[in-house]
């Protein structure tokens, strides 16, 4: 099984930060990554699929990099609302997501 | 797209239920489709997914045995059989629609589109 690894596991930023989170899997996954977020009680929302495409609708200072095995999630300036829960996942082979970043604000 | 589920609730351990996730706004029978579980205050885990038609499953090895996966694409309705549950299998259960996106050659290759969850909660 491929894992995931995120990091930070958590992190408190300011409105208008610039903020990356790290994704590594255990071995190559080329561009097979996506990354989500999930706010409090709600289902998770695609923000980047094959690693660095955005998904319609997603605001731009969302981008995703990387490719093989390190990958990043960069929020470029921070809007009250990107307070939430993001998650990596490979599909390369069966999915498998990351433990989660948890954006908090401080 | 819609994605509804059904058929959480609380069952003893041991016990089993069957959840549904109807689909609308979309050619189910052409999409694969998987679900997703999250434990209170934890984050996703992959469950299951389906092909198709139905003919190919995939599951993790925390259910492998005790949860099936199927489809009624005459029904547009996904279903997961969940059978000798523990209480580690307390948790919100997605259903979710993949996409694949240009170029992507796995069997699953994003998830674009979730329901609101269904809570299972397994207790003795």
């Known amino acids: 099984d491929i894992q995931m690894t995120q990091s930070p596991s958590s992190l408190s930023a300011s409105v208008g930060d610039r903020v990356t989170i790290t994704c590594r899997a255990s071995q190559s996954i080329g561009r097979y990554l996506n990354w989500y977020q999930q706010k409090v009680g709600e289902a998770p929302k695609v923000l980047i699929y094959a690693a660095s495409t955005l998904q319609r609708g997603v605001p731009s200072r969302f981008s995703g990099g990387g490719s093989g095995t390190e990958f990043t999630l960069t929020i470029s300036g921070l809007q009250p609302e990107d307070f939430a829960t993001y998650y990596c996942q490979q599909t390369y082979t069966t999915p498998r997501f990351g433990g989660g970043t948890k954006v908090e604000i401080k | 797209v819609q994605l509804l589920e059904s058929g959480g609730g609380l069952v003893q351990t041991g016990g089993s239920l069957r959840l549904s996730c109807a689909g609308s706004?979309?050619?189910?029978?052409?999409?694969?489709m998987s679900w997703v579980r999250q434990a209170p205050g934890r984050g996703l885990e992959w469950v299951s997914s389906i092909g198709t038609t139905g003919a190919d499953t995939y599951s993790a090895d925390s259910v492998k045995g005790r949860f099936s996966i199927s489809r009624d694409n005459s029904k547009n309705t996904l279903y997961m059989q969940m059978n000798n549950l523990r209480a580690e299998d307390t948790a919100v259960y997605y259903c979710a629609k993949d996409e694949p996106w240009g170029g992507c050659r796995s069997a699953t290759c994003l998830f674009d589109s979730w329901g609101q969850g269904t809570l299972v909660t397994v207790s003795s």
């Open positions: 706004g979309f050619v189910f029978s052409s999409y694969a």
